[in-house]
């Protein structure tokens, strides 16, 4: 029996094994990402640390498959979903780590913090919303267009810029400029949180038997871009507007967070609701601050027009 390094010295000397060795070490030498990765390290890397590595790059050539033009994560088609090759010089040895692309990185922030609040949760509809299908029929509607779609192509992580409080009466698309402008934020890799916030107070509540509350608050303080949902709609108590609506915009305003709102009320409405807790209390003074944070926080937008859910 002849053996195996005569057998395979015999094939690598084999014309057509030769060949198609020649022809794949072209392919990957001609792949624009290796190239620039043996530009970078070409005082380290010779010849021969190339020729032993061979396989080890054309994996990586074959591993990506255009990540800059993916969508999103749905559409990845990297062998290993999600993840993108790197290729490392470490001593003498190529190598490829598989890092976590910002896609991935922003599903996996996303189920989290679906996973730790359940309010997060909004209708279909809302998750698939997207500026081209935002009817412009009015003046309000307009400036809140304007607003939103500068807002979603000029913000970048970490700057200071204010959001929309959108007001007006039931069905005429606040929530859905809300989730349009998330969409649109998403495409750029940037996370955003959209809460329910009757339901989330409802949640809040309920946290305090199973130690999670502060757990969840922190979550929702720290939110890169955090949208209240249908504020105003809620049963407030002293408790829900204080100690967590009142401690998550006091947060956001000290640290300069953007955060959007919805609501069937304008200003003065929504600081009469704050004012009157479920056992008929009156505290002007703190509604007036709960409104001070909303203020500095939002730029108030009436919406107008037919209630669209029933169009």
């Not at 304007?146 to 929530?175: D, H, N, R, T, V």
């Not at 949902?229 to 401690?247: F, K, N, Q």
């Not at 947060?251 to 056992?279: A, C, I, V, W």
Request: hydrophobic content about 35%; overall charge neutral.
């Amino acid at each position: 029996m002849e053996r195996i390094n005569k057998t395979l010295s015999r094939l690598s000397n084999s014309p057509d094994f030769r060949q198609r060795y020649d022809d794949l070490k072209s392919e990957v030498l001609a792949n624009p990402d290796i190239q620039s990765f043996l530009n970078a390290n070409q005082e380290r890397i010779t010849d021969g640390l190339i020729e032993s590595h061979l396989m080890k790059l054309y994996e990586y050539m074959s591993q990506t498959k255009n990540c800059k033009d993916c969508r999103d994560l749905g559409h990845c088609k990297n062998m290993m979903q999600g993840y993108q090759p790197e290729l490392v010089l470490e001593r003498n040895t190529i190598g490829i780590h598989y890092r976590p692309c910002p896609s991935k990185v922003l599903h996996d922030e996303r189920k989290k913090t679906e996973r730790l609040i359940k309010s997060i949760y909004v209708p279909k509809e809302i998750l698939q919303a997207s500026f081209a299908d935002f009817s412009l029929d009015s003046p309000g509607r307009i400036h809140a267009f304007e607003y939103a779609e500068q807002f979603a192509s000029s913000y970048e992580p970490g700057s200071a810029m204010k959001g929309l409080y959108l007001y007006g009466s039931f069905g005429i698309g606040k929530s859905y400029l809300l989730g349009a402008i998330a969409n649109q934020l998403a495409e750029k890799e940037i996370s955003s949180l959209i809460v329910y916030v009757p339901e989330f107070l409802r949640e809040m509540k309920q946290s305090l038997g199973d130690q999670t509350l502060n757990e969840k608050l922190e979550a929702v303080k720290n939110a890169r871009i955090l949208m209240l949902d249908d504020i105003g709609a809620e049963a407030m108590s002293s408790w829900t507007r204080d100690e967590i609506l009142g401690s998550i915009l006091q947060f956001r305003m000290h640290e300069q967070l953007p955060t959007f709102f919805t609501s069937n009320f304008d200003f003065k409405g929504l600081e009469h609701h704050l004012t009157y807790t479920q056992r008929g209390e009156e505290e002007k003074m703190k509604a007036a601050r709960i409104m001070e944070r909303i203020r500095y926080l939002a730029v108030p937008v009436k919406l107008d027009g037919p209630n669209r859910r029933h169009s």
